[in-house]
């Protein structure tokens, strides 16, 4: 007979005091934000809403790397969308190498992720430690007052320590705007982000019935892996994008991708 | 007309109009009319190793040096030093002439490009005792003082720090304070007088020789030639024949030395409209120090800025250090502000975020905050409705920009051009306005002309790829881009751009489309030219879509 992993876990230990368990829930409190309705942006993706614990967590950071390096623009797309979806200006922050190779960011182009130029500050930076000080900066202004940034995104290339996330995740704790990183390559090192994404680029639909080739490519999609996540399980989801309505669909016409594993001890005691 | 007694803008404040003596000629010469800069690897003394110089000189004892210089076809001295003038050698000579009287003699070839940043260096350093200060090449600076001399106690003992600085630098020079620049320069160069009093042009200039009006060789040549030899001589002549027969420039220069016609100072840089200093009796060198030292300065300056309603855009920190070095560190601000703090804090960005960082040396002696740039601020009010709201985001471009470069910083504007690497521009986020900039008028276009999608990501230039096309003028069906191979499996296009056809380089035809591979992954190319052109169009990728 199976039995649940928390009472496998739990069983053999003593029970801890009252108190000591509220002293160890108080200090962490900062590092583990209680994600409640208010502090979440929905997908519009039950399943992907369910395993976030109601949407994206705002007031924490979050890692989006592209699953390979020609899929960057993918992974920036998915970025963008869900950066413009919290209100206030964005802040993007990119290291002079990353928009050599992958391109500038472009104000014609970012209306159809939802993102009005006019609420773009995009930052370059020499180094990749100017690009980590000036995203706390910026997390710290939005904890400051009203009018600071709603989202900032952070663009590395290199690696990034465990450390140097943690400073993020706290400052982006202090206040109630979106903390993205943005990575040209899947990582592996530990970090503090309360959510890693892998993005992927995915064929599209091809408008109906149409001579592929004759007719343009459909909406964007995205091959969506959560390969991270403190608060739930993990899974896979393919997404398309729908520029009018500005949201999230799940296509109609694919099988759906692997069903989210709800049960996941060994993850739970590592991740 | 102007006396002599004309008044300056000062240098505390703003045009406070407390002047009376203007004008001070400085002129170094002596040893050598330009010492060390042509000295091969002698360190400038500007730079506050005089004691370095000195120890090069003396290693070519016996101190019979010369620079010389090639003036027409013949190689010339154009300085020498006290010993060699006292062994009968004179700037002018023939360096053959030279070479034969004293054949030890140690020459050294003109370098006028280091003597000129020599001269702007000393120049810089003048700046501590007034914003005031040109350069009268090749060998001489103007100051004016007007209004500054009461802080050091007075015009003779502004004279006398002044002359014992400069001495302490390894220079020999010559000082004097006149009340026009005419006199001044008259003074240094061409007589002993050190101060000539107000009102006393005319009793100083007459006996000195017509040379010290500045004026050029072959007039003063034809002067001498009809026995004017002294100002003395030209000054009760009457004015009409001798304007009709020497020209305007001699009745110039003589009107202007006597103060009768006034002659601005073109200072070197403009003249800081607020600027509040700081000397210390013991150099300052801790960063800390520094900082609080700018909150200080800021802090006088609010009342200022306050009282005229003003707020300031772009602020400069000199700090002079004590070897004579000058370093300049400005800021700017996406806000007016003139709250100290403030500018505290975007200081301490911008020292942290300097590429080389402050060096003190032995320390700054003197610290001057200069606001360079103020617009109308009006009076503020203190959280009230949203205008708080805007702050708290231009507070952080501010930080953004002291410590990364205000060029870092940008929002994106849109422009009024089809090319899509013109359509939109970066521009530094503190010159921006936030708001609308330009995008109304790009949403409208794109509205009535249907433009098709653009990328998120545009690459800085186009890269060229190599792409095969099933049929001319249609979308590739595969291409090359960085080594990696892409099959096309949904196109759309052509969209045709023109480029500037009526300016003469304004390129030609672009076909763009919006093309998807086999993997999803999305780009945005296009040919330039048509297939009918001779050799074959070129492709490019210009930016990826999400």
Not at chain 1, 155 to 170: K, Q, V, Y
Not at chain 2, 368 to 395: F, M, T
Not at chain 2, 440 to 468: M, N, Q, S, T
Request: aromatic letters at 6%.
């Amino acid at each position: 007979m199976l039995e649940s992993p928390d009472r496998e876990l739990a069983s053999p230990a003593p029970p801890a005091p009252q108190g000591v368990l509220a002293n160890l829930r108080r200090t962490l409190a900062p590092e583990f934000p209680q994600i409640t309705a208010d502090s979440a942006l929905a997908f519009g993706i039950p399943a992907l809403d369910a395993a976030l614990g109601g949407g994206l967590a705002t007031g924490a950071l979050h890692e989006i790397a592209a699953a390979r390096e020609a899929e960057i623009p993918a992974a920036t797309g998915f970025a963008l969308i869900l950066a413009a979806r919290n209100r206030g200006p964005l802040v993007w922050i990119a290291e002079d190498m990353a928009l050599a190779e992958n391109g500038a960011p472009y104000g014609a182009g970012l209306e159809d992720l939802g993102l009005a130029p006019e609420r773009l500050i995009a930052v370059a930076a020499a180094k990749s430690r100017d690009v980590l000080w000036a995203m706390e900066e910026a997390l710290a202004s939005a904890a400051g007052g009203p009018g600071g940034p709603g989202a900032v995104l952070g663009e590395i290339r290199g690696g990034i320590d465990l450390t140097a996330t943690r400073r993020l995740s706290l400052a982006a704790g202090r206040g109630r705007s979106l903390a993205l990183l943005l990575r040209s390559t899947p990582a592996t090192e530990p970090s503090a982000a309360a959510t890693r994404f892998l993005v992927g680029a995915a064929p599209s639909r091809p408008l109906s019935g149409a001579i592929p080739m004759a007719s343009g490519p459909g909406p964007p999609r995205f091959c969506v892996r959560l390969v991270r996540n403190r608060r739930g399980p993990l899974g896979a989801w393919m997404l398309e994008f729908d520029r009018v309505e500005q949201r999230f669909n799940a296509p109609a016409d694919r099988e759906s991708l692997a069903e989210a594993a709800r049960d996941r001890p060994r993850q739970a005691a590592s991740a | 007309m102007i006396g002599p007694n004309r008044k300056y803008p000062t240098w505390t404040g703003r045009g406070c109009p407390s002047g009376a003596r203007a004008g001070e000629g400085l002129e170094r010469f002596g040893e050598a009319r330009t010492p060390h800069p042509a000295l091969p690897r002698a360190p400038s003394p500007a730079r506050g190793e005089g004691a370095e110089r000195a120890a090069t000189w003396s290693n070519i004892s016996p101190a019979f040096l010369a620079i010389s210089a090639k003036r027409g076809n013949v190689e010339e001295l154009v300085a020498v030093s006290a010993a060699a003038e006292r062994g009968g050698l004179r700037p002018g000579m023939a360096l053959a002439q030279a070479r034969a009287m004293h054949p030890d003699l140690a020459v050294f070839s003109e370098d006028r490009a280091a003597d000129r940043r020599l001269l702007e260096g000393i120049a810089e350093w003048c700046q501590r005792y007034t914003p005031l200060v040109a350069l009268d090449a090749p060998d001489g600076i103007l100051l004016d003082i007007a209004g500054c001399a009461h802080l050091f106690g007075g015009e003779q003992s502004l004279l006398d720090d002044l002359t014992a600085r400069i001495a302490d630098f390894g220079f020999t020079l010559r000082a004097a304070i006149a009340s026009t620049i005419g006199a001044a320069i008259a003074a240094s160069r061409h007589s002993a007088a050190a101060i000539v009093a107000p009102g006393a042009e005319r009793a100083f200039l007459a006996p000195l020789p017509l040379a010290a009006l500045r004026l050029p060789g072959d007039l003063v040549a034809a002067l001498t030639r009809v026995g004017l030899k002294r100002i003395d001589d030209l000054i009760d002549l009457p004015r009409a024949p001798l304007t009709a027969r020497f020209g305007p420039q001699l009745l110039r220069q003589l009107d202007r030395a006597l103060g009768r016609e006034p002659e601005p100072l073109q200072p070197r840089a403009p003249v800081a409209p607020y600027l509040a200093e700081q000397r210390f009796a013991e150099p300052i060198a801790r960063e800390e120090d520094v900082l609080r030292v700018i909150e200080k300065l800021a802090a006088r300056l609010e009342p200022m800025l306050e009282r005229r309603g003003e707020g300031a855009r772009k602020i400069e920190l000199v700090l002079f250090r004590t070897d004579g070095v000058v370093r300049r560190i400005a800021v700017a601000t996406s806000r007016r502000m003139r709250d100290p703090a403030g500018i505290r804090a975007l200081f301490r960005e911008r020292l942290d975020g300097l590429a080389d960082a402050l060096d003190p040396g032995f320390g700054f002696d003197l610290a001057r905050l200069c606001v360079l740039l103020a617009e109308p601020l009006a009076a503020e009010q203190i959280d009230l409705g949203a205008s708080g709201h805007a702050a708290e985001l231009d507070r952080l471009v501010d930080r953004l920009s002291a410590r990364l470069g205000s060029r870092r910083v940008t929002r994106i504007v849109a422009q009024d051009a089809h090319l899509p690497e013109l359509a939109a521009m970066r521009v530094p986020a503190q010159a921006a306005v936030a708001g609308d900039n330009g995008w109304a008028a790009f949403r409208a276009l794109r509205c009535a002309a249907d433009l098709a999608p653009r990328p998120p990501r545009l690459l800085v230039k186009p890269e060229p790829i190599e792409a095969i096309a099933a049929v001319p003028d249609g979308p590739p069906v595969r291409f090359r881009w960085r080594r990696a191979l892409h099959e096309v499996v949904a196109a759309e296009g052509p969209e045709r751009i023109e480029c500037a056809w009526w300016t003469e380089d304004g390129g030609g035809t672009r076909d763009y489309f919006r093309v998807e591979d086999q993997s999803g992954c999305r780009f945005w190319l296009f040919r330039a030219g048509l297939y009918r052109a001779i050799p074959a169009p070129a492709w490019f990728l210009h930016g990826m879509f999400a």
